[in-house]
């Protein structure tokens, strides 16, 4: 049985209060932030193996004059372990970048929500001299990241 908002795309359909998962943040948020910017997006994309052997899936390939880029959003509305999560997360970008064959030339790893205790310092570029990856990746807060997609500056 389909649903009342079947016909809605996605990004455009009401989020209920307590949906908190990155799925529908970036569908409701990030999403139409990337059309705006002028960029073909899809979503869920498998891009390789990560350190260990599973899968990589990302958020999203946005893509721009031939130039695609991977973005990975992480949401902490709680305190909690994603901040643990952060530098696999890096490390396994760089990965996926180095190993598409010229496929991805950039990450975006987005940190949103309010749950946060390390995202100012990870924001800051403090990762950099533990993780030396040539600025592959960039870690940014949500509203900048938000910004930066709205004006297709990626």
Not at 11 to 31: A, I, K, N, Y
Request: with cysteine; net charge positive.
């Amino acid at each position: 049985m389909a649903s009342q908002f079947s016909s809605i795309p996605v990004w455009e359909r009401p989020m209920s209060p307590r949906d908190t998962g990155t799925g529908g943040v970036l569908e409701s948020m990030v999403m139409p932030s990337l059309k705006k910017g002028g960029y073909d997006v899809k979503t869920q994309v498998l891009v390789g193996t990560r350190l260990g052997g599973r899968k990589h899936w990302v958020d999203a390939v946005a893509t721009k004059n031939d130039v695609s880029i991977l973005v990975s959003l992480k949401w902490q509305q709680v305190g909690g372990t994603a901040e643990q999560k952060v530098p696999f997360e890096v490390i396994c970008l760089v990965e996926a970048i180095r190993e598409s064959a010229g496929r991805y030339e950039k990450a975006y790893l987005v940190l949103g929500g309010a749950g946060w205790t390390l995202r100012d310092l990870y924001v800051s570029g403090a990762l950099e001299p533990y993780l030396k990856h040539g600025g592959l990746v960039e870690i940014i807060s949500f509203e900048q990241f938000i910004a930066k997609a709205n004006k297709g500056k990626l």
